[in-house]
């Protein structure tokens, strides 16, 4: 590659080949992460290959993996997916985050009361059920039980409480956890680095996201408020709601609401209660957001589905999952996105940390929180090999287990067969296995017809995105026992019984919590993904779904690495000279796979 492809302030050039793909040849790079960027503001530059996720090889295939049918279908005419270029300078500054020991969590609660709504009749009992017989206060409050206690006050949403300041605008389970999540949000700083520097450095004194005000949907834990907070803290105004009714820790809920943020989350939602915390997000109290940060979609079809005639004011949407960019492509294939957006999902750091080094150690943490299993010498179905099937195969099999893998690319099932896993059709295996996990990203993997020829007791869970993974439409007619908290048994007419984990939802988000550093890295991005949107001169990116550049990946990447007391070599002048890259990079084209 010349080196003429990474010079800085270049047009992107596009050529056409008989197919109708669309092959970049240039894209304009700044020659350094702050230095350049400081300088000038630079324009946009776009390639159009084909895309990723569902889009890119085959429909319904996400970058996570692939789904379980026994054909590989056609490919489809690339869609556009530009690359963009940052309008914002970064300042990378090393910084040492020294462990420390969580702080005891004490008695004391923040000083707030609950008000009974006049609309709100008896509500229905909820008894915890705990796999241990005695649990401390601390257990008692996590996110894996504190919905589930014992209460008389019915759904939160119609509850009105008021945090310590006299704040009214929220929705949550129990502002008394206040004090608890205040803790769990402070845990979780001392493993976000990059966050924490974003504060320091580059939100303390310009405020680059003032008169921003940002609609968030995800998932709410305590590394999610750390990023809440720093979009505050740069300048942002915040409404945010949980894109998962299961994920929810209601202790951090309590302490974002007590801190006065528009929170509406709490675990277990109905699906009804679902879409009215996103409603209040969108549109309640004269709200009306200038910015979509997403995860999975769901807020961005409400908004285009309900209040279209308020997508004139979104400067723009950051999108981190599969199943949310899939939507947007579709959108913008068709010409009916409104507004530009960025993708997250396909961005290196994520791809790689969030979807290959989370799940190869959140899948054991969900099971072993949920079941109590041993791995050695079970027999485990992964239908996918994408990212995610990758990382939950080399965990499953460092403890002993025996796996098995379905895919529909020829590609991922060779890495399987060369990383040691038997590639099979999935009716072949499912009197043998175990365990069944899906991490495909499309939908129905998983049947009721395959789960008619498991075998009794067959634990069942989802590690792709997509809550339809599963066909839990299919097993409607069959008698669920709720067991615990996330687990269920479906029984069969034969008294055979299937367990089901989290109700065919996301496993490690709901069973599980996510490692701090892990979010770090992808909250990282989204914080600067909004910055850049917010920044950038109006027109200046059109209604399309546009790629990070590697630049922002590697900026990314080397704020964590003061943590792990990491040391970069320099490159000469002459090695980059030879190599055809700017010394201090981006060093990959943008095509190379890491």
């Not at 205040?182 to 845990?187: A, F, G, P, V, Y």
């Not at 320091?200 to 305590?222: E, S, W, Y």
């Not at 907070?229 to 302490?255: D, F, K, P, Y």
């Not at 950051?318 to 997250?344: C, D, F, W």
């Amino acid at each position: 590659m010349s080196s003429s492809q990474h010079s800085s302030n270049t047009s992107l050039s596009r050529r056409q080949n008989s197919a109708g793909h669309v092959s970049p040849i240039n894209i304009g790079r700044s020659n350094s992460i702050p230095e350049a960027a400081s300088s000038s503001r630079t324009s946009l530059a776009s390639s159009r290959n084909s895309s990723t996720t569902s889009m890119r090889s085959q429909p319904g295939r996400s970058d996570s993996a692939c789904s379980a049918s026994g054909h590989v279908p056609p490919i489809p005419v690339p869609v556009n997916r530009p690359e963009m270029d940052l309008i914002c300078p970064l300042s990378p500054t090393s910084m040492s985050m020294k462990a420390a020991r969580p702080p005891v969590i004490g008695p004391e609660r923040s000083p707030a009361r609950s008000v009974r709504h006049p609309s709100s009749g008896s509500g229905r009992r909820r008894f915890s059920t705990s796999m241990s017989s005695s649990a401390s206060l601390e257990e008692e409050t996590s996110s894996d039980s504190d919905s589930y206690s014992s209460d008389d006050e019915g759904s939160p949403r119609d509850r009105i409480q008021t945090a310590a300041k006299g704040f009214r605008d929220f929705r949550i389970k129990d502002i008394k956890l206040a004090s608890y999540g205040r803790k769990e949000i402070e845990i979780a700083e001392q493993e976000m680095p990059s966050l924490m520097l974003l504060r320091k450095k580059r939100c303390a004194g310009d405020k680059p996201l003032k008169g921003a005000r940002i609609t968030g949907c995800t998932h709410i834990t305590a590394q999610s408020a750390v990023l809440i907070e720093t979009l505050v803290i740069c300048g942002a105004q915040v409404r945010w709601c949980a894109c998962n009714i299961h994920s929810t820790q209601n202790e951090v809920a309590a302490a974002l609401a007590d801190a006065g943020f528009s929170i509406f989350a709490w675990r277990g939602q109905s699906e009804e209660d679902f879409w009215w915390c996103i409603d209040q997000c969108l549109q309640a109290n004269g709200w009306q957001p200038n910015m979509i940060l997403d995860d999975g979609g769901d807020t961005t079809h409400r908004l285009l589905s309900k209040y279209p005639g308020t997508t004139k004011y979104v400067r723009g949407i950051v999108e981190e999952s599969v199943t949310g960019i899939h939507r947007l492509y579709q959108l913008s294939k068709e010409g009916q996105l409104p507004m530009p957006a960025i993708n997250i999902h396909d961005s290196v750091v994520k791809t790689k940390f969030d979807n290959l080094y989370s799940c190869r150690e959140s899948v054991i943490d969900s099971l072993k929180r949920t079941m109590d299993i041993m791995f050695g010498g079970k027999v485990v179905c992964v239908c996918g090999y994408g990212e995610v099937g990758k990382g939950c195969c080399a965990a499953l099999k460092g403890l002993g287990a025996i796996c098995y893998v379905t895919e529909v690319d020829p590609i991922c099932a060779l890495q399987a067969c060369m990383d040691g896993f038997r590639v099979v059709k999935l009716d072949g295996a499912l009197p043998f296995i175990d365990i069944l996990i899906t991490a495909t990203g499309t939908k129905h993997v998983v049947k009721r017809r395959d789960l008619d020829h498991v075998k009794n007791g067959c634990i069942v869970a989802n590690m792709g995105h997509s809550n339809h993974e599963i066909d839990m439409e299919s097993l409607k007619d069959l008698k669920r026992e709720r067991i615990r908290h996330n687990v269920s048994h479906y029984v069969w007419p034969n008294k055979k019984r299937v367990v089901l984990l989290a109700e065919g939802r996301l496993l490690n988000q709901s069973c599980s919590k996510v490692p701090s550093l892990v979010v770090s890295i992808t909250s990282a991005t989204q914080a600067l993904a909004l910055i850049e949107l917010h920044k950038a001169p109006k027109g200046l990116y059109k209604n399309e779904v546009y790629l990070l550049p590697k630049k922002m990946d590697e900026y990314v990447a080397s704020l964590h690495l003061p943590s792990f007391d990491a040391h970069l070599t320099d490159l000469s002048e002459e090695q980059a000279k030879y190599l055809g890259v700017p010394k201090n990079g981006p060093f990959k084209p943008y095509y190379y796979k890491y």
